[in-house]
């Protein structure tokens, strides 16, 4: 087993969002697992298993709980273990299959020039309308009615897990929003949705600023969030923003949190209908850990 802190959605270190990565995780309990991820304390924790040269099982725990998908966690996790060989990029690139609580979906791992970027694809997503009113969402952040962008429907989108989108007018209102934790958590289990994605349009075309918040699984805001992303691109086709064959757009987050992400996103039409979606991203080792030290730590910790 290898432990590792990797920043994902960025090229530069102690930005983007922050995952732990076990490599040769199989001889770990569940317990075990949760136990590291709350040690490691980023967001996710991933903790990978190699079948075979091409199929690989993650599974992912939050500080407090497992869960069934995480976007940022999958991009440095394969990240990693590209940088360490396990996947051999011949010809500069290797398509693999990632089996997740979520589901199956295929992953390309590519090397451009001094980077290494890791796309996965989801080709199938789910809307469910919002139950209460939307008055009520914009309440639940801490904004007026006016400040939503009434050109987005508030709708639950999932590709792998279920979100929140939320549109507001510009990054002066997307900055200033501040939640209350109980009535945003009401919302997002009446949908079952992990976390609440709120955006805005960017500067120029193909760009979207956004800000995540998860407080049902124990994270109050979140840097990167690829399975967001995923769910994001789905929603645009699904309420008609996405017309072209080929949908290309850099989604820009974590700005607030001073640990700036950017998510690619590439959605594909086939006669005006949704084929797939593609979140994308680069990652940076942070540091490796003794895993060794880890694990003893955690297992005093928890007969004291």
């Known amino acids: 087993m290898q432990v590792f802190i990797v920043d994902a959605f960025t090229s530069e270190r102690f930005k983007g969002n922050r995952a732990g990565v ?23 924790t991933a903790f990978v298993v190699q079948r075979d040269p091409e199929y690989f099982k993650v599974e992912y725990f939050t500080p407090t709980t497992e869960i069934d998908f995480c976007g940022h966690a999958t991009v440095g996790t394969f990240h990693t273990l590209a940088s360490m060989g396990k ?20 992953v390309e791992v590519t090397r451009l020039k001094d980077e290494i970027l890791v796309a996965m694809t989801h080709s199938s997503f789910n809307i469910a309308p919002l139950e209460c009113d939307p008055d009520g969402v914009a309440e639940s952040l801490g904004l007026s009615s006016n400040s939503l962008d009434r050109e987005f429907s508030i709708l639950f989108s999932k590709t792998a897990n279920w979100h929140l989108m939320v549109g ?66 789905a929603y645009l086709a699904h309420t008609g923003h996405l017309t072209a064959d080929t949908n290309e757009f850099c989604i ?3 700005e607030k949190m001073g640990r700036r992400s950017e998510i690619g996103v590439t959605v594909h039409l086939r006669g005006g209908q949704f084929e797939d979606v593609k979140f994308s991203g680069t990652a940076v080792p942070s540091f490796q850990l003794i895993e060794h030290d880890l694990v003893n730590r955690q297992m005093s910790s928890s007969s004291a």
């Open 22 to 44: 076990v490599v040769e995780a199989e001889a770990l309990t569940a317990e075990e697992k949760q136990q590291i991820a709350s040690e490691i304390n980023a967001s996710e």
């Open 87 to 106: 996947i051999l990029l011949d010809g500069g690139m290797k398509k693999i299959v990632v089996e997740t609580r979520a589901g199956v979906f295929p």
């Open 168 to 233: 507001v007018k510009d990054r002066v209102e997307l900055d200033r929003l501040s939640y209350d934790v109980d009535k945003l958590s009401e919302i997002l289990l009446q949908g079952s949705a992990v976390t609440a994605h709120v955006f805005c349009k960017g500067e120029g075309p193909g760009k979207f600023h956004a800000r995540n918040f998860c407080p049902t699984v124990g994270i109050p805001e979140d840097p990167g969030t690829g399975s967001a992303a995923a769910a994001f691109g």
């Open 252 to 254: 820009v987050q974590g």
